[in-house]
């Protein structure tokens, strides 16, 4: 197939190696991965502080980017942005008045897939060590965020792909389905609030002996970072593309691509 990659801005800007990681593993699939190079943020952000006219062109441009044939399907590693793609899109245009926008919307969204979305339901991945050699001999929690878990209907399919990487140790997060706080603008508005489920948060994950927290979000896995960060831990947090990256020939390491709590490396 010929896949589209929507990075997203957090991943982008501050977690590149998770949008490399999602290449590989579509390459090692036998894939095509191409950038689309007009795209910039969903709108996620403006649309859940309410600010619709202001998300009308950033919506506008993110169609525009992938409003193509030159692709079969796009894929983001980050349900909230998928979630922003495939739902709310739609009801911005619409909230605006502008129907063509509205169907193009409606076209760019059935075509895009969170990552483990695209594996699973598309691709046919339901064994990351056998299907893609992933390799991964560390102890993992896993936190299901919430647009994933609420908008898409994940349900496991990122827990699924982590349990079945070789060598790696799962184990169960206490309350896993709760909020970490973060929320975009949710965790500056009420800071407070946030930084409370932010810590009930970090302190569940240091709870479970885990050397790392992984998950399907940038945005989450850095407000939680900060959190265990806060809390003293080097327990680490690593999206689940870069855990399905690894491999035997090609390992992680605390001193080289999983990035520590605490800035360290």
């Known amino acids: 197939m010929k896949i589209a990659l929507f990075a997203t801005c957090i991943v982008d800007a501050m977690y590149p190696r998770t949008a490399r990681a999602t290449v ?4 090692r699939l036998g894939h095509e991965v191409i950038f689309p190079a007009g795209q910039a943020c969903c709108g996620q952000m403006h649309v859940n502080s309410g600010y619709f006219k202001e998300a009308l062109p950033v919506v506008a441009n993110h169609v525009a980017a992938f409003d193509t044939d030159d692709y079969d399907v796009a894929v983001a590693p980050s349900g909230s942005c998928v979630a922003s793609v495939k739902h709310q ?13 509205e169907a193009r919307a409606a076209v760019v969204g059935a075509k895009t897939y969170e990552l483990s979305q695209l594996l699973t339901d598309v691709l046919g991945v339901t064994n990351a060590a056998e299907q893609l050699g992933s390799y991964f ?14 908008l898409l209907k994940l349900g496991d399919r990122q827990l699924n792909l982590l349990s079945s ?3 790696i140790e799962m184990v169960e997060l206490p309350e896993a ?28 994950i240091c709870g479970t002996g885990a050397e790392l927290c992984s998950g399907g979000d940038a945005s989450c896995l850095l407000h939680i970072g900060g959190g265990l960060s806060r809390q003293g831990s080097h327990v680490g947090t690593l999206h689940f593309a870069e855990i399905l990256a690894c491999t035997l020939d090609r390992p992680a390491t605390v001193l080289g691509e999983v990035q520590l709590a605490g800035g360290k490396r």
């Open 137 to 150: 001999p560390h102890k993992v929690t896993y936190h299901p965020s919430c647009h994933g878990m609420r």
């Open 24 to 27: 590989t593993i579509l390459e």
């Open 177 to 204: 389905e709760q909020c970490c706080g973060f929320g975009g603008t949710f965790s500056m508005k009420n800071a407070d609030v946030s930084s409370a489920m932010n810590a009930d948060k970090a302190a569940n």
């Open 89 to 101: 899109h739609e009801l911005v245009a619409w909230r605006c008045g502008d129907a063509a926008l």
């Open 165 to 167: 990487v070789a060598g």
